[in-house]
Nanobody, 124 residues
Framework: QVQLVESGGGLVQAGGSLRLSCVASGFTFSRYVMAWFRQVSGNEREFVGGISSSGGVRSYADSVKGRSTISRDNAKNTVYLQMNSLKPEDTAVYFC?????????????????WGQGTQVTVSS
C-alpha cells in the first residue's frame, strides 16, 4: 500500500521558516522523482519544487526560488522542503508527490502518488 505522509506545516509569521517532511512507503522511493505542490482552496495545485531520484537535480518554481530548498534522504524514504523568508502568499496546503519520470514534471497529472497535504499558514 502506497503512502505519502506529510508533516511540519503550521502557523508562522511572515519572514519565518518551516521545514516540511514527507515519508514514503509502499514503493521503491529511490527510483522516483519527488515533488512538492501547493494548493489554495479553489485554485489548481501549483508546482513548488522537485528533486530527481538520486537527489542530484532540483527544480523550483520562480515564486519560491532562492527561498526554498528541496532535499531527500533515500535511506529514510523521506523528502523535505525547507522554506525560508515565508510570505503570506505562501499560505496553502502543501502536498508531496511521487512520479516515475526521468525529468522533474511540473504538472500534477504526471505524478502517480500523492500525500494528504499539510497546511501552511503565514501571517502578516
Amino acid at each position: 500500500q502506497v503512502q505519502l505522509v506529510e508533516s511540519g506545516g503550521g502557523l508562522v509569521q511572515a519572514g519565518g521558516s518551516l521545514r516540511l517532511s514527507c515519508v514514503a512507503s509502499g514503493f521503491t522511493f529511490s527510483r522516483y522523482v519527488m515533488a512538492w505542490f501547493r494548493q489554495v482552496s479553489g485554485n489548481e495545485r501549483e508546482f513548488v519544487g522537485g528533486i530527481s531520484s538520486s537527489g542530484g537535480v532540483r527544480s523550483y518554481a520562480d515564486s519560491v526560488k532562492g527561498r526554498s530548498t528541496i532535499s531527500r534522504d533515500n535511506a529514510k524514504n523521506t523528502v523535505y522542503l525547507q522554506m525560508n523568508s515565508l510570505k503570506p502568499e505562501d499560505t496553502a496546503v502543501y502536498f508531496c508527490a511521487a512520479g516515475s519520470n526521468f525529468a522533474i514534471p511540473t504538472h500534477g497529472f504526471q505524478y502517480s502518488y500523492w500525500g494528504q497535504g499539510t497546511q501552511v499558514t503565514v501571517s502578516s
